[in-house]
């Protein structure tokens, strides 16, 4: 019989022979085998004494582990590491039945009869170690599936299972990750493999489906069995294959509820546990109460588990929390509060994180609300902006909704240094500014915010004419229509009811003194201590009354000396707008002999030194200005330092102006100073301060840093653009820094990228680039028209000037220009194109270098577009386009006889080689190849240099190109002659 047969030829014990065995260690070997598999002692080898074979190592017993009905129900809380028993969260905690879930007391399971201990099973062999067999001349896998009354069984590497003997096997160990989990069930080591062979991890004779096939075999023989192996399947992170294992629906369901709670799927985990019982598996409350935030938003959550959660409603608080959480029950904001708190006591949350669910706003300390996150800080923020303003940072209202950061504006908690630190749109940071502090806007945010009021208030601080009359009919419109009537002494036109509401009562007060002054004839009667508390109404009352009368017989030094040490600045100043220089400098003594207030003293030596310096006394002018100067900054002071400064000395001036830069309160007088320094510095013809080391190229220490610190602050772009092109100028090191002008608005402008360029190391190259990017000139502004026609002409007249300069520097940026920058006047297209092109020939020349042919392109293009021009400027480019010509034709001329000289050499070797090698010979044919390229090199010579011959206008180019093409003419009769043609 065929089985007969085979069994003869591979030896087995059914043929009726005896395997052979090793003599050196007694395994069992084929006849075929030439070599021992176990200890590869030669099969004909002689050994004196036989050793027994060792007996193969028994597997390491597992320790039995026997659990309660608390297995499975431990899971990860979401988002941690930290396990938890799902049955310590409940209130009524009691033992599971896992087959039915029901609330299991001591002893069996009252509703199906579980026992307690239901992962118990009979003791079972080790199953799953692979080992190799010889199936005739080649090994094969077999891996143990359990034991029959003949013996342990093998499933063979062909499907087939038989009973063998372990020790004619040797083991063969499948590498297995390492598990977190302790095995519960024998067969998990075939579940293992199969999933590895699945993955293809490892190859085996088996596919994994016949291996599952084995494990869930094994399992099923005893539900203690199906129960481990079902327990092992969803450590692995299989659970489906849980339904394989001999388990009840209800218990499949409840292990893919655990599974999906270990993994923090919300919408496995509602399916599960909607498809349990619903008065049943009372864990269930607990798993879902830890994912409640989750399982909020999974689609139909509420309808699906309105059962489950019905049924434990009276029993279990943390049912009832979900039902409020899910929408099913109505809820309040102190019961919502209470979940929160309840669910955090539960998973024995942080203390700080109990304060958050438990306390008020007002009790939550800094610490404790870093917890909360950006969008909890800001929504704790939103509702009760006073008693939460400190937990909340700059950055926090970043990405906040306009409508929050609007409300905070609202509620007066908001300051212009926390808008202008926020990193929001210009338009919002614009709006925002409009909300707090619109002082600190520029005029352009003012126009972009559509802040009327503010618009009508600078006009006004301006000093526009009939600012009043001209406003539109807004709040400060009107209000400066009162004002206007005020300063005019037109009381009836004062309408009361139409100033601002915070001013109504002192308009009302001032319109009283005003009215009293004129019945009585005196204009001291006008003043009012309450009015005089309002220093806006100084100026009206001078305006209608004069300084020189509301001084009279020190009635206003005696009610208020503020108000008239400010009328002594007032009558000061007028005196110097009339050129009264005495006079001025009186009221200004006058002032400094009774103010104490420092602004009013720094003022008063101003206007002192402004009128002793037209007074002829320039020293005691200077030291007025120095003593004012300790003091504090206004901006009377800023226009005196630049007045008087202008007239004494400069250098002074612009370090006050310096300083102001550094300490003024505002961004317009920051702004303004620095520029007037600046302007002082370039219009100073001597540059006795150009800087420390008296270097020309170098912005002063006492400008450098005020101008770095201008230029990134939202100042106006002709402004950015005037200081931009200084510090390109005398300060290009920092301004080419890449993080220069991280901070200025304008960072991403043409005229920031310009003035980089113009400060980087290749200047004109890098110039040349921004002015190449440029399509629309017809659209481009005024000033980068003016630079780029200021560079064509600068590069013209310095080419014009250094056309016999070897340098080639010039020439590169002509060309460049030609090439890259378009809108060119094409008389000046033409001009670059010859100045560059005859420029960097001569450099090559000099060089002993042959020009690249774009050179020759160049000049050839050139050549064709002056046609094109009008006659005078043909007449203009006459002698240019004769000397890049002629330029041209000498380089050429140059290359061409170096070469020339170069192949005689070669040629003449080649009439040697020829005259000694027998014709035929490979040398014979190396020496003719010779001849041939001198052939080629003539007529190509010859092509190139006869145009240039036919345009020389030099007698003496022309006959040094004639004399070289004679010479290859010969050159190339003789080779022709070599050739035989």
Same mark, same amino acid.
């Given at each position: 019989?065929p089985?007969?047969?085979?069994?003869?030829?591979?030896g087995?014990?059914e043929?009726?022979?005896?395997?052979?065995?090793?003599?050196? %260690?007694a395994?069992?070997?084929?006849?075929?085998d030439r070599? %021992?598999?176990?200890?590869?002692?030669?099969?004909d080898?002689?050994v004196?004494?036989?050793?027994?074979?060792p007996?193969?190592?028994?597997?390491p017993?597992?320790?039995e582990?026997?659990?309660?009905a608390?297995?499975g129900?431990?899971?990860?809380?979401?988002?941690t590491?930290?396990?938890t028993?799902?049955?310590?969260?409940l209130s009524?905690?009691?033992?599971?039945?896992?087959?039915c879930g029901?609330?299991?007391?001591?002893?069996?399971?009252? =509703? %199906?009869?579980t026992?307690?201990d239901?992962?118990?099973?009979?003791?079972q062999?080790a199953?799953?170690?692979?080992f190799?067999?010889?199936?005739?001349?080649?090994?094969?896998?077999a891996?143990?599936i359990?034991?029959?009354a003949?013996?342990?069984?093998?499933?063979?590497?062909?499907?087939?299972?038989?009973?063998?003997?372990p020790?004619?096997?040797?083991?063969?160990?499948?590498?297995l990750?390492a598990?977190e989990h302790?095995?519960?069930?024998?067969?998990?080591?075939?579940?293992?493999?199969?999933?590895?062979?699945?993955?293809?991890?490892v190859?085996?004779p088996?596919t994994? @489906?016949v291996?599952l096939?084995?494990?869930?075999?094994?399992?099923r023989?005893?539900?203690?069995?199906?129960r481990?192996?079902a327990?092992?399947?969803?450590?692995l992170?299989?659970?489906?294959?849980a339904?394989?294992?001999?388990?009840?629906?209800?218990?499949?369901?409840?292990?893919?509820?655990?599974?999906?709670?270990?993994?923090?799927d919300a919408a496995?985990?509602?399916?599960a546990?909607?498809?349990?019982?619903p008065?049943?598996?009372?864990p269930?409350i607990?798993?879902?109460?830890?994912?409640?935030?989750a399982v909020?938003?999974v689609?139909?959550?509420?309808?699906?588990l309105?059962?489950?959660?019905a049924?434990f409603a009276?029993?279990?608080?943390?049912a009832?929390?979900l039902q409020?959480?899910l929408g099913?029950t109505?809820?309040?904001?102190?019961?919502r509060?209470?979940? $929160?708190?309840?669910?955090?006591g539960l998973?024995?949350?942080p203390?700080p994180?109990?304060?958050?669910?438990t306390?008020?706003?007002?009790?939550?300390?800094l610490?404790?609300?870093r917890?909360?996150g950006?969008?909890g800080?800001?929504?704790?923020l939103?509702?009760?902006?006073?008693?939460a303003?400190?937990l909340?940072?700059? =950055?926090?209202l970043?990405?906040?909704?306009?409508?929050?950061v609007?409300?905070l504006?609202?509620?007066g908690?908001?300051t212009?240094?926390?808008v202008?630190?926020?990193?929001r749109?210009?338009d919002?940071?614009a709006?925002?500014?409009a909300?707090?502090s619109p002082?600190?806007?520029?005029?352009e945010?003012?126009?972009?915010?559509?802040h009327?009021?503010?618009?009508?208030?600078?006009?006004?601080e301006?000093? $526009?004419?009939?600012?009043?009359?001209k406003?539109p009919? %807004?709040?400060?419109?009107?209000?400066l229509r009162?004002?206007e009537?005020?300063?005019?002494n037109?009381?009836?036109d004062?309408r009361?009811?139409?100033a601002?509401?915070?001013?109504?009562e002192t308009?009302?007060?001032?319109?009283?003194g005003?009215?009293?002054?004129?019945?009585?004839g005196?204009?001291?009667?006008?003043?009012?201590?309450v009015?005089l508390?309002?220093?806006?109404?100084?100026q009206p009352?001078?305006?209608?009354?004069g300084?020189?009368?509301?001084?009279?017989?020190?009635?206003?030094r005696?009610?208020?000396?503020?108000?008239?040490?400010w009328l002594?600045?007032v009558?000061a100043?007028?005196?110097?707008?009339?050129?009264?220089?005495?006079g001025?400098?009186?009221?200004?003594?006058?002032c400094?002999?009774?103010?104490?207030?420092?602004?009013?003293?720094?003022e008063?030596?101003?206007l002192?030194?402004c009128?002793?310096?037209h007074?002829?006394?320039?020293?005691?002018?200077?030291?007025e200005?120095?003593?004012?100067?300790?003091?504090?900054?206004?901006?009377?002071?800023?226009?005196?330092?630049?007045?008087?400064?202008?007239?004494?000395?400069?250098?002074?001036?612009?370090?006050?102006?310096?300083?102001?830069?550094?300490?003024?309160?505002?961004?317009?007088m920051?702004?303004?100073?620095?520029?007037?320094?600046?302007?002082?510095?370039r219009s100073?013809?001597?540059?006795?301060w150009?800087?420390?080391?008296?270097a020309a190229?170098?912005l002063?220490a006492?400008?450098?840093?005020p101008?770095?610190?201008?230029?990134?602050?939202?100042?106006g772009l002709?402004?950015?653009r005037?200081?931009?092109?200084?510090l390109?100028r005398?300060?290009?090191?920092?301004?080419?820094?890449?993080?220069?002008?991280?901070? =200025?608005?304008?960072r991403?402008t043409?005229?920031?990228?310009f003035y980089?360029?113009?400060?980087? +190391?290749?200047?004109?190259?890098a110039?040349v680039?921004?002015?190449?990017t440029?399509t629309?000139?017809a659209g481009?502004?005024?000033?980068?028209?003016e630079? @780029?026609?200021d560079?064509?002409?600068q590069?013209? +007249?310095y080419?014009?000037?250094?056309?016999?300069d070897p340098?080639?520097?010039?020439?590169v $940026?002509?060309?460049a220009?030609?090439?890259?920058v378009?809108?060119l006047a094409k008389?000046?297209?033409v001009c670059?194109l010859?100045?560059?092109?005859?420029?960097?020939?001569?450099?090559?020349?000099?060089?002993e270098?042959?020009?690249a042919?774009s050179?020759?392109? =160049?000049?050839?293009?050139a050549?064709?577009?002056?046609?094109?021009?009008?006659e005078?400027q043909?007449?203009?480019?006459?002698?240019l386009?004769?000397?890049t010509?002629r330029?041209?034709?000498?380089n050429?001329?140059?290359?061409?006889?170096?070469?020339?000289e170069?192949?005689?050499?070669t040629?003449?070797?080649?009439l040697?080689?020829?005259?000694?090698?027998?014709t035929?010979?490979?040398?014979?044919?190396?020496?003719?190849?010779?001849v041939a390229?001198?052939?080629?090199m003539?007529?190509?010579?010859?092509?190139?240099?006869?145009p240039?011959?036919?345009g020389?206008?030099?007698g003496?180019l022309?006959?040094l190109l004639?004399d070289?093409?004679?010479?290859?003419?010969?050159?190339?009769?003789k080779?022709?002659?070599?050739l035989?043609?």
């Amino acid at each position: 019989m065929p089985g007969e047969s085979l069994n003869v030829l591979t030896g087995s014990p059914e043929s009726g022979q005896r395997s052979p065995t090793c003599r050196g %260690c007694a395994t069992p070997r084929e006849n075929s085998d030439r070599f %021992c598999g176990n200890c590869g002692l030669p099969a004909d080898a002689v050994v004196v004494a036989r050793t027994e074979a060792p007996p193969l190592p028994a597997p390491p017993p597992r320790p039995e582990r026997r659990a309660g009905a608390d297995i499975g129900e431990v899971t990860r809380l979401a988002g941690t590491t930290r396990q938890t028993h799902l049955t310590s969260l409940l209130s009524a905690p009691a033992p599971l039945c896992v087959a039915c879930g029901a609330d299991m007391a001591d002893g069996p399971c009252a =509703s %199906c009869g579980t026992q307690p201990d239901f992962l118990a099973a009979p003791p079972q062999d080790a199953i799953g170690g692979v080992f190799e067999y010889r199936k005739m001349l080649r090994k094969r896998r077999a891996m143990r599936i359990g034991t029959s009354a003949e013996g342990p069984l093998f499933l063979l590497h062909d499907g087939t299972v038989e009973a063998r003997d372990p020790a004619t096997l040797k083991p063969a160990p499948i590498p297995l990750p390492a598990g977190e989990h302790e095995w519960l069930s024998p067969a998990a080591v075939v579940l293992r493999i199969a999933l590895a062979v699945d993955s293809a991890q490892v190859s085996l004779p088996w596919t994994s @489906r016949v291996l599952l096939d084995h494990a869930f075999a094994h399992a099923r023989s005893h539900l203690g069995l199906g129960r481990r192996l079902a327990l092992d399947a969803m450590n692995l992170g299989h659970v489906d294959l849980a339904a394989h294992c001999g388990l009840g629906e209800s218990e499949q369901a409840w292990l893919r509820l655990l599974s999906a709670a270990r993994r923090g799927d919300a919408a496995d985990l509602v399916d599960a546990a909607a498809a349990l019982p619903p008065d049943r598996y009372r864990p269930k409350i607990a798993a879902l109460a830890v994912f409640a935030g989750a399982v909020r938003g999974v689609r139909g959550a509420a309808e699906r588990l309105a059962p489950s959660l019905a049924a434990f409603a009276e029993t279990e608080p943390l049912a009832g929390l979900l039902q409020r959480a899910l929408g099913i029950t109505a809820t309040t904001p102190a019961r919502r509060r209470a979940d $929160v708190a309840l669910l955090a006591g539960l998973v024995n949350a942080p203390a700080p994180v109990l304060a958050l669910a438990t306390a008020s706003l007002p009790e939550i300390g800094l610490e404790d609300a870093r917890l909360l996150g950006a969008k909890g800080k800001v929504a704790a923020l939103h509702g009760t902006p006073r008693s939460a303003s400190g937990l909340v940072s700059g =950055s926090d209202l970043d990405a906040a909704p306009l409508s929050v950061v609007d409300g905070l504006a609202d509620a007066g908690v908001l300051t212009a240094q926390q808008v202008q630190g926020l990193r929001r749109t210009p338009d919002e940071i614009a709006y925002l500014l409009a909300r707090t502090s619109p002082q600190d806007l520029t005029d352009e945010q003012v126009v972009q915010s559509g802040h009327v009021d503010e618009q009508v208030r600078r006009t006004h601080e301006r000093g $526009v004419a009939d600012a009043g009359e001209k406003a539109p009919d %807004c709040a400060m419109g009107r209000h400066l229509r009162v004002l206007e009537a005020l300063s005019r002494n037109r009381l009836d036109d004062v309408r009361t009811d139409e100033a601002l509401p915070e001013h109504a009562e002192t308009v009302n007060r001032l319109v009283t003194g005003l009215r009293r002054a004129a019945e009585q004839g005196d204009a001291t009667a006008a003043l009012d201590e309450v009015v005089l508390g309002d220093r806006t109404t100084w100026q009206p009352l001078v305006t209608a009354l004069g300084a020189s009368a509301l001084l009279h017989g020190e009635v206003a030094r005696r009610r208020v000396p503020a108000f008239a040490d400010w009328l002594s600045l007032v009558a000061a100043r007028e005196r110097l707008f009339v050129a009264d220089w005495a006079g001025a400098a009186y009221e200004a003594r006058n002032c400094l002999a009774h103010a104490t207030d420092e602004a009013v003293r720094d003022e008063a030596h101003n206007l002192l030194a402004c009128a002793l310096h037209h007074l002829g006394q320039h020293g005691t002018a200077l030291g007025e200005l120095e003593a004012a100067i300790e003091g504090e900054y206004s901006v009377a002071l800023l226009a005196n330092i630049a007045v008087v400064a202008m007239h004494l000395d400069r250098e002074l001036g612009a370090r006050h102006l310096a300083r102001v830069v550094r300490e003024a309160p505002s961004q317009a007088m920051r702004a303004n100073a620095a520029l007037r320094a600046m302007r002082m510095w370039r219009s100073d013809g001597s540059k006795i301060w150009e800087g420390e080391d008296r270097a020309a190229d170098k912005l002063p220490a006492m400008l450098r840093e005020p101008l770095r610190t201008i230029v990134t602050q939202p100042i106006g772009l002709d402004e950015f653009r005037e200081v931009a092109d200084v510090l390109a100028r005398f300060d290009a090191e920092w301004l080419r820094a890449p993080q220069s002008l991280a901070g =200025s608005p304008h960072r991403a402008t043409l005229e920031a990228t310009f003035y980089r360029a113009r400060a980087s +190391e290749d200047m004109y190259t890098a110039i040349v680039n921004v002015l190449g990017t440029i399509t629309d000139w017809a659209g481009a502004p005024d000033w980068i028209r003016e630079e @780029r026609d200021d560079l064509v002409h600068q590069t013209k +007249e310095y080419l014009f000037d250094h056309l016999d300069d070897p340098d080639n520097v010039a020439g590169v $940026v002509a060309l460049a220009i030609a090439r890259q920058v378009t809108g060119l006047a094409k008389y000046d297209h033409v001009c670059l194109l010859l100045l560059g092109t005859a420029t960097l020939t001569y450099h090559v020349t000099t060089r002993e270098e042959e020009i690249a042919v774009s050179l020759v392109e =160049s000049y050839l293009a050139a050549r064709q577009a002056a046609t094109t021009l009008t006659e005078d400027q043909q007449e203009r480019l006459t002698g240019l386009l004769e000397l890049t010509q002629r330029r041209i034709g000498f380089n050429l001329y140059q290359a061409r006889e170096r070469e020339v000289e170069a192949r005689i050499d070669t040629y003449n070797r080649a009439l040697g080689l020829l005259n000694q090698a027998q014709t035929g010979s490979p040398a014979w044919f190396a020496g003719r190849q010779e001849v041939a390229a001198t052939v080629d090199m003539c007529t190509r010579v010859r092509e190139q240099l006869t145009p240039w011959v036919r345009g020389a206008d030099s007698g003496d180019l022309r006959s040094l190109l004639m004399d070289l093409l004679e010479h290859v003419r010969e050159l190339e009769t003789k080779a022709r002659r070599v050739l035989g043609n």
